[in-house]
């Protein structure tokens, strides 16, 4: 395995999710430790990210697509 530190500060598991957003490059470092393609089978892929800004001060809008290739 991959030697990994993990910080949660959490003493429970909650009931909101957590989304981790893997760009291009950070791809490439899984690729190259073989792990990469097992990734990709089984977790949802990012095919597109539009962020902007509301006329609102505290708000954005975010658009994800996500697919299952």
């Given at each position: 395995?991959?030697p990994s530190l993990?910080?949660?500060?959490?003493?429970?598991?909650?009931?909101?999710?957590f989304a981790l957003?893997?760009?291009?490059?950070?791809?490439?470092?899984?690729?190259?430790?073989?792990?990469?393609?097992?990734?990709?089978?089984?977790?949802?892929?990012?095919?597109?990210?539009?962020?902007?800004?509301?006329?609102?001060?505290?708000?954005?809008?975010?658009?994800?697509?996500?697919?299952?290739?």
């Open positions: 395995g991959i993990v910080l949660e500060s959490s003493d429970t598991l909650r009931v909101t999710g957003s893997i760009w291009q490059n950070a791809w490439k470092a899984l690729d190259a430790v073989g792990v990469g393609d097992i990734l990709r089978r089984q977790h949802l892929q990012l095919n597109g990210y539009i962020h902007a800004l509301t006329p609102f001060k505290l708000s954005s809008l975010s658009i994800i697509h996500f697919s299952l290739n």
